[in-house]
T-cell receptor
Framework: GDSVTQMEGPVTLSEEAFLTINCTYT??????LFWYVQYPGEGLQLLLK?????DKGSNKGFEATYRKETTSFHLEKGSVQVSDSAVYFC????????????FGAGTRLFVKA | GAVVSQHPSWVICKSGTSVKIECRSL??????MFWYRQFPKQSLMLMAT?????????EQGVEKDKFLINHASLTLSTLTVTSAHPEDSSFYIC?????????????FGDGTRLSIL
């Protein structure tokens, strides 16, 4: 079945460090890929998305590229800030006659000043 | 834009009580709404998909008589946890989508923390 696997956390980084959170997926058909972020005490919000192979989604300094050949959608940011501390969820959405979104387990990021 | 309001944000009640959670799309029409359950430090588990004017589609293992979902309009879906017990304590999150294609992102409510004593 369709699934999303992302690296386990927590990930702890110092401010201005480079961030990579790995995400790979399995899917029948041609999914759209998303990264959502959940800040402490808040609901999820869309961070970025990509809907076809080689698309790059970007927002707030984060970016991820839809890699069909490696079935990956790794999240990167060149210089993290304390305010980036949150839980990050990789997700895919597939057409099931309507559609269904499948989430990864989430990766908690702590950024130290 | 694309704001989803979920109410209440926190409920504490006695075992055996039924609890209703509302999910509203404030500035768009949501053809599809989703209900999730999130356990501590875990991912979201899809409970059901709700389409306006039709019966909800429940995921395997989710009791439809326990978790009643109504999607009466394009801006409102409700989840009622009937005869709630302590094991139903969890964080419930709704989301809504503006379109029907799989390229549409979901817009999430802030969640409802349900505690059953």
């Amino acid at each position: 079945g369709d699934s999303v696997t992302q690296m386990e956390g927590p990930v702890t980084l110092s401010e201005e460090a480079f961030l990579t959170i790995n995400c790979t997926y399995t899917a029948t058909g041609y999914p759209s890929l998303f990264w959502y972020v959940q800040y402490p005490g808040e609901g999820l919000q869309l961070l970025l998305k990509a809907t076809k192979a080689d698309d790059k989604g970007s927002n707030k300094g984060f970016e991820a590229t839809y890699r069909k050949e490696t079935t990956s959608f790794h999240l990167e940011k060149g210089s993290v800030q304390v305010s980036d501390s949150a839980v990050y969820f990789c997700a895919l959405s597939v057409d099931t006659g309507g559609f269904k979104t499948i989430f990864g387990a989430g990766t908690r990021l702590f950024v130290k000043a | 834009g694309a704001v989803v309001s979920q109410h209440p944000s926190w409920v504490i009640c006695k075992s055996g009580t039924s609890v209703k959670i509302e999910c509203r799309s404030l500035d768009f029409q949501a053809t599809t709404m989703f209900w999730y359950r999130q356990f501590p430090k875990q991912s979201l588990m899809l409970m059901a998909t709700s389409n306006e004017g039709s019966k909800a589609t429940y995921e395997q293992g989710v009791e439809k008589d326990k978790f009643l979902i109504n999607h009466a309009s394009l801006t409102l879906s409700t989840l009622t946890v009937t005869s709630a017990h302590p094991e139903d304590s969890s964080f419930y999150i709704c989301s809504a989508s503006q379109g029907t294609g799989n390229n549409q992102p979901q817009h999430f409510g802030d969640g409802t923390r349900l505690s059953i004593l």
